[in-house]
């Protein structure tokens, strides 16, 4: 039977997450009793993709105003811009984190009582979280329209249900193809060093049905050589206004093959996810991470001690490798700059 699967969800005061560390082997439920927890499950990566982050994010601040709400104003509001700041940093590249800070830290309005102000973040992290969804589908049903009737597609990272809310922005696109009866069949690449690839891809893949095969990362090059991809659908952490793309360590080099081989290379993203205040990639912050995900793969090591290590989380895949990014609000094509410009 088909799993609904649904990276988080806010009952009973506390945040519920899928934790998105132990799966496939297992799967259980990490829980978000106040900000601080939230601020460490996306640190650590309990929760992970753009748009999962953005929304957690929004719980977090949820949860700062019911652990303060009986503080005196002052220092209610004193916490309350420390919980937001600490959210805010807990991951760099993914915009949609800042996003979703900023639209609760607006609702932060010294004239109101505090118990106003925590419903009224209530129902905008509801809000946020419900917006999420409908955009998923809106991008799977526009990207769709892109999509051949029998088409091979090649993906990057984990960008479905769990990268989410719930249903995915690249693998949602490959959700409502498939929904739509085309023949569709997708290659996955492992994406070292975290492996949400194979960890969460496929395992969403396996849950659904899809027709696929789970490749090693470097495989990807000759399975486009040799004509086997008909094109690349991808997600993004941040996007800037030029169309320059961050996402996914390996992205760049996919994107690389796309063009050489002349092959559609698809960003789907959200809207949420572009940084109208970066004009390319080369603003973008990329996310370092600690060497032991180079050095360890689930906590067995497979380098030798003493080995310096350089491990970015993510790439720029610069504009002219982009063939169109698919967005809730529409497809953009080139010009990017003027079209992304357009939608501000
Ligand atoms: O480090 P991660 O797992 O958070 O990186 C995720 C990605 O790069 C995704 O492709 C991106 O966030 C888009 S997810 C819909």
Redesign the pocket.
């Known amino acids: 039977m088909k799993m609904n699967i649904r990276s988080l969800e806010f009952k009973n005061n506390k945040l519920f997450l899928i934790d998105q560390r132990v799966l496939p082997q297992q799967y259980k439920k990490f829980i978000c009793r106040n900000f601080k927890d939230v601020e460490f499950a996306i640190t650590d ?1 309990v929760v ?6 953005g929304v957690t994010a929004a719980y977090g601040i949820v949860l700062a105003a019911i652990e303060f709400i009986d503080l005196p104003p002052k220092d209610f509001f004193k916490k309350m811009h420390l919980a937001c700041d600490l959210i805010n940093k807990s ?1 760099p ?2 915009v ?1 984190l800042m996003w979703a800070i900023t639209r609760m830290s607006k609702l932060l309005i010294e004239s109101k009582t505090q118990k106003e102000i925590l419903s009224d973040l209530r129902k905008e992290a509801n809000i946020i979280a419900d917006e999420d969804i409908q955009t998923n589908k809106k991008m799977g049903q526009l990207g769709n329209s892109l999509i051949p009737q029998k088409a091979t597609i090649l993906t ?5 249900a769990l ?2 809310v719930k249903y ?4 949602g696109v490959i959700r409502a193809a498939v929904a739509s009866g085309k023949d569709i069949f997708v290659y996955a690449d492992e994406t070292r060093p ?1 492996l ?1 690839g194979s960890r969460l891809t496929a395992w969403e893949l396996v849950q659904e049905g899809i027709p696929a095969k789970l490749i090693a990362d470097s495989v990807a090059a000759t399975l486009i050589r040799d004509g086997k991809i008909d094109l690349i659908l ?4 941040r996007i800037a206004t030029n169309g320059d793309t961050a ?2 360590i390996g ?1 760049f080099m996919l994107s690389v093959m796309a063009r050489v081989y002349r092959i559609p290379f698809y960003i ?2 959200p809207t949420t ?1 572009i940084d109208f205040s970066r004009q390319t990639g080369t603003e973008i912050e990329i ?1 370092e991470r600690s060497p032991r995900e180079v050095t360890h793969i689930m906590n067995v090591q497979i380098a030798p001690d003493n080995i310096d290590i350089y491990n970015p ?2 790439d720029v895949t610069p504009n002219e490798n982009i063939t169109a990014i698919i967005t809730e609000k529409g497809i953009i094509e080139k010009p990017f700059k003027e079209n992304i410009l357009k939608l501000k």
């Not at 992970?48 to 982050?53: D, E, H, K, L, Q």
């Not at 990057?156 to 479905?160: I, K, S």
């Not at 995915?168 to 693998?171: E, I």
């Open positions: 990566m992970r993709g753009a748009p999962a982050i991951r590249t993914a949609n990057h990272c984990n960008t479905g990268a989410t995915g922005t690249a693998l975290r949400q991808v997600g993004a952490d996402n996914k992205t789907v993203a996810t996310e989380a993510f």
